[in-house]
């Protein structure tokens, strides 16, 4: 090339660069001014992303609805991805204050985004004029977004775990689907049966990594009495006769039975990756873990029945609740936290609406009849009216989650800075499921050391 | 390549033509083309062929070595589920604007500290090379909150390709190579542009750029992969799954999407790269040949 | 710091400044500045990235090992970050994992791609097709690299592509990521199979600029293959080695994509943590940006402590 074309090629690429970088800047920043022509308009996160088509159809559906019935109020949805909390992500956002105006967290978050001085109190706009349904949202649920009396956090989804079978893996091993198993020695002789089949079928199968391991040993804690901290927080509350029981239990399963399979190491996608291809007879999980089986696993709904989480002797006495909910970023107008109470209300807690739309659901790929999310107290208004829909429209066979239903088992919910304890015993976890040899006492009290320094680096 | 065929490497020519010599160089050889096509081609095959399976028969025992039932319809479902197309661009759009602000911010300042040589130079030079021992990883939480919000400005660079494109600049690697090269165009032939009364951008336009166009082609390079291979750092600074490279992308697809539909992507991420690869593979080749000889 | 000068640098500093053109109107006052006000005005793209993304969060990682940030609120704390950070059980075991891949990825990572230079560089037949196969593996995004490794040939049950093959050829089979004795050997072959491409053409260009009369002298005094390697190969290449050596562990010391996707982050009790990704533990998931801060300067100081031993032993050599 000679020079001067050399030349006018490099400027050429340089300009075309720079431009291209100038849109792509200009298209990110249309955040922040809120009443533009007296309408009121807030961001949302959370939206569906592209490949949930009808779950991304449902939503922007609503926008429009909601907007014709709020002709003052303007949402604009962002996508975060198809987990709108990964705690990378979710840390960078709050760090760097790109936090929509409502924000997505789940219940365990608060803290974090309380630290991040991101969130405000809306302790006065929650209220009935806001969310019509207030009143029947679940008070506990209410209590978990709380902070010294102050709410930060409107719950939009609420879930609790139970013990997650296949039916088709029943029956061909001559198990009775009608009665799954009730304690941990009964799930443990079932698994065997299952293994027997071969073929790489896992009787039961367990996560150990990702902080899933933690989060699970934390359900399994809580199904045998225990807690993950003591009462005041300040100190861990699992090296004792029930966390060696769960690891104990689990132990036995990989090693003595051999019956969890050869692949542990598993985190979230990859234990549901295994039940969609058929090679998973039980795991401990909530109900919308069904759901991601069919929508994003390639898996069949009908193969699928829940039950109650197993104790050890009888019934469970406890299993682990979670949820999400809609945080509020500190420095909105007044009018803006009441168009998003506005909008979370109509999209997250009318029973027929939003979320609740079970007509619409109901053709769609996705389940209705699921014992979820649970966001009304008992016996409320806005709780019957939502169960009689969720029955009429059910096109899932509820009888499959009719146990689970059935035998509620008290629910708790996740410990303080639980992302940080769930990774400490990710590697309990790990340890009995890829050791043979492991020493469950040296397991849990490493953990316990990992755990109380965190605490106590806390405070 | 061309030039070498002729020229004594570690065994001569002659011993490799003669009875033992060629039959052994002969079995060798074939070892080696064996070994390296199952060694590097095989897992790609298995890759292309896995992606094709369902996910019943990859946890089958023993493998198979043809997908009985093969699934085209991971692939589609890998691009559009995934948004393929986006997450290369971005990737391709990230790796040419860093090559672009590379080659112009490092070639002025290695010409600069090379034939410019103003005051201070050599103490830059030096604050520059000893990032060299720096590892990204040391700086990646104080990098990752300035870039959150910029001294002075107070910008905001989440999600802007300008937070891969600036931190690349700072590459004294990149800095090092060219002032090395430029060192080695003799000085007379700046003088004489001097005294002819071309201005020093004039020089730098006209005669050093011309000369050095191999070591800006291995910058370039190395530019292009470091973007393509970066992956904590596009993680960090592009949340959003619009802005997301394709490495980032598939991590972030992967906890949620079968296994066999996150090969089809990797698969199908991996076709660009190997077709511009085997493109320009003489000029990368000779690229690099050239940026080692002087360096 | 000595260090600097170490990559390729030797001649560099001692070699006297080649003479400035003189002239009468170069001595002037106004002239000397005015030419460095240009150098510099070609300096400050470069010099304000470094700045910015660089020199500056140098001072400031170490600034922010000494505070805490909590509910939006910046305090001074002295070293209760380091402290908390050596106390954090995954600690030792990051630094025993980070090290032991650093030296077996420089056994096999840095040995096996110069000897592979070395035989592809005898051929005189099948050469850039051999080329383009070592070149592959560079071509695809890290991440899909290492789902290869974790979804095919580390799956420790018998379906896995490594079990089948060893156990086809009657060898015991490895549970791979889930045995803690192979993780880190597994995570160096998969860094090694992604990686190798890139420097296999480094080394094989520089073996291309080594006179074919050294080998022909050597072999005339009577030296044989491994001896001709050893005097001739190797010093002619002293210079690339040396580089390619620093630049290697620098990368090794930061070892993260592998134990995240290949063992999803800490692997078997903690057989995988690396530094790093403790660092990104610290920083992104337990809402401790000061703790991960605080490991950094370990790890720069840790860095440098290695630069300067090793800068040293260069230096004797010579």
Not at chain 1, 121 to 147: C, G, Q, Y
Not at chain 1, 219 to 237: C, E, H, N, R
Request: glycine share 8%.
């Amino acid at each position: 090339m000679s020079v001067p074309q050399y030349r006018k090629a490099a400027a050429l690429a340089l300009v075309a660069g720079l431009g291209l970088s100038l849109t792509a800047c200009s298209t990110k920043s249309d955040d922040g001014d809120s009443t533009a022509g007296g309408k009121v308009t807030i961001t949302v996160d959370c939206q569906p992303v592209g490949s949930q088509k009808e779950l991304l159809q449902n939503w922007n559906d609503d926008v429009v609805e909601f907007q014709k019935q709020n002709t003052d109020i303007v949402v604009k949805s962002v996508s975060v991805g198809e987990q709108c909390n990964n705690p990378p992500d979710f840390t960078a956002r709050l760090a760097g204050g790109t936090v929509t105006d409502v924000f997505y967290g789940y219940m365990t978050d608060l803290a974090q985004v309380l630290d991040s001085g991101q969130a405000m109190d809306i302790t006065e706009f929650a209220n009935k004029d806001n969310i019509p349904t207030w009143d029947s949202v679940d008070p506990a649920l209410r209590e978990v977004f709380s902070d010294g009396g102050k709410l930060y956090a409107v719950p939009v989804k609420n879930y609790s775990m139970g013990l997650v079978y296949n039916k088709v893996l029943f029956q061909q091993a001559g198990l009775d689907v009608n009665s799954p198993p009730k304690t941990w020695t009964e799930v443990r002789n079932a698994a065997k049966k299952i293994s027997a089949l071969g073929n790489g079928v896992a009787g039961y199968s367990e996560y150990s990594a990702g902080n899933t391991g933690g989060w699970h040993f934390t359900s399994l804690l809580y199904s045998q009495g225990g807690q993950v901290l003591t009462p005041d927080g300040k100190k861990a509350d699992f090296n004792n006769a029930m966390g060696k029981q769960v690891l104990q239990n689990l132990k036995d399963m990989r090693y003595g039975d051999n019956s969890m399979g050869a692949r542990q190491l598993l985190q979230w996608g990859d234990l549901l990756t295994n039940a969609g291809a058929g090679k998973v007879g039980m795991f401990i999980g909530a109900p919308d873990a069904t759901q991601a089986i069919v929508s994003q696993f390639q898996g069949k709904f009908q193969d699928w029945a829940m039950a109650p989480l197993p104790g050890q002797d009888g019934p469970a006495k406890g299993t682990l609740g979670g949820g999400e909910g809609y945080f509020f970023k500190k420095g909105l107008t007044p009018e803006q936290v009441k168009a998003g109470m506005k909008w979370i209300a109509y999209q997250k807690l009318t029973p027929g609406k939003g979320q609740f739309d079970y007509v619409r659901a109901k053709p769609q790929n996705y389940p209705v009849g699921l014992p979820q999310p649970l966001l009304f107290a008992g016996g409320s208004e806005a709780q019957k009216q939502e169960f009689e829909l969720r029955k009429a429209n059910a096109n899932v066979d509820t009888a499959n989650f009719a146990i689970f239903e059935a035998t509620p088992v008290p629910i708790k919910g996740e410990p303080r800075n639980a992302q940080a304890i769930y990774a400490v015993l990710d590697a309990a976890m790990s340890g009995v499921l890829t050791n043979p040899n492991s020493n469950i006492d040296a397991l849990l009290k490493t953990a316990e050391g990992k755990v109380n320094q965190l605490l106590a680096a806390e405070s | 390549m061309a030039q070498d065929s002729g020229t004594r490497t570690l065994i001569s020519q002659a011993q490799l033509r003669r009875g033992r010599g060629r039959i052994l160089y002969w079995t060798l050889l074939a070892v080696v083309v064996v070994v390296f096509t199952l060694v590097f081609l095989g897992p790609l095959y298995w890759m292309v062929t896995g992606a094709l399976k369902s996910g019943q028969e990859i946890a089958q025992t023993p493998p198979s070595l043809f997908p009985k039932d093969p699934r085209p319809q991971n692939y589609v479902d890998a691009w559009n589920n995934l948004d393929l197309a986006k997450l290369l661009f971005n990737t391709f759009y990230y790796a040419t604007g860093a090559v672009l602000f590379q080659l112009v911010f490092d070639a002025a300042a290695a010409y600069s500290l090379s034939k410019l040589r103003p005051i201070f130079g050599n103490l830059i030079l030096g604050l520059m090379l000893a990032t060299l021992m720096i590892p990204a990883m040391v700086l990646i939480v104080p990098q990752y909150v300035t870039v959150i919000d910029l001294p002075i400005v107070h910008i905001n660079l989440l999600d802007s390709p300008f937070a891969i494109w600036l931190p690349l600049v700072a590459n004294a690697f990149n800095i090092f190579l060219l002032k090395r090269f430029f060192d080695s165009i003799p000085e007379e032939l700046m003088s004489a542009a001097l005294m002819d009364g071309a201005t020093p951008l004039r020089t730098l336009w006209s005669i050093i750029l011309p000369m050095s166009r191999p070591i800006l082609g291995v910058v370039a390079i190395l530019a292009m992969t470091a973007v393509w291979k970066d992956f904590l750092w596009p993680k960090l600074v592009m949340p959003s799954p619009e802005t997301r490279t394709v490495s980032v992308g598939i991590y972030a697809f992967a906890g949620g999407t079968p296994m066999n539909v996150v090969i089809a992507a990797s698969v199908i991420a991996a076709i660009p790269t190997v077709i511009i690869f085997l493109i320009f593979q003489r000029n990368i080749m000779s690229g690099l040949t050239a940026g080692s000889v002087k360096g | 710091m000595a260090i600097i000068a170490v990559p390729g640098t030797d001649r560099e500093p001692g070699r006297p400044a080649p003479p400035r053109p003189t002239g009468p109107a170069r001595t002037s006052l106004g002239r000397k500045v005015r030419d460095n006000l240009t150098g510099h005005t070609f300096l400050i793209g470069a010099v304000a990235c470094f700045a910015v993304f660089s020199w500056y969060p140098m001072i400031r990682g170490i600034v922010m090992s000494f505070q805490r940030t909590r509910r939006g609120e910046t305090t001074w704390v002295g070293w209760d970050n380091y402290s908390r950070i050596i106390a954090d059980p995954s600690f030792w075991p990051a630094w025993k994992n980070t090290l032991y891949f650093t030296v077996l990825a420089l056994v096999l990572g840095y040995a096996v791609p110069f000897f592979v230079a070395i035989l592809l560089n005898e051929f005189r037949h099948a050469k850039g097709y051999l080329r383009i196969l070592v070149y592959l593996p560079v071509m695809l995004p890290p991440a899909s690299a290492l789902f290869l490794f974790k979804f095919y040939a580390y799956d420790p049950s018998e379906a896995g592509l490594f079990n089948s093959i060893l156990k086809a050829l009657h060898l015991p089979t490895s549970e791979w990521m889930q045995s803690p004795e192979m993780t880190i050997p597994a995570m160096v072959i998969a860094s090694t199979w992604m990686n190798m491409g890139s420097a296999v053409l480094i080394y094989l260009a520089a073996l291309q600029n080594i006179p074919g009369e050294l080998y022909e002298a050597a072999e005339l005094d009577g030296a044989g293959i491994w001896r001709r390697i050893v005097h001739v190969t190797i010093p002619q290449t002293r210079l690339i080695l040396a580089l390619l050596a620093m630049l290697q562990i620098v990368a090794t010391m930061q070892l993260f994509i592998e134990p995240l996707i290949l063992a999803n982050g800490a692997g078997a009790e903690d057989s995988a943590t690396s530094v790093a990704y403790l660092i990104y533990q610290h920083g992104f998931f337990q809402n401790d940006l000061n703790g991960a801060a605080a490991l950094g300067v370990i790890m720069l100081v840790v860095l440098a402590g290695f630069s300067a031993v090793y800068a040293r032993l260069t230096a004797k050599q010579d």
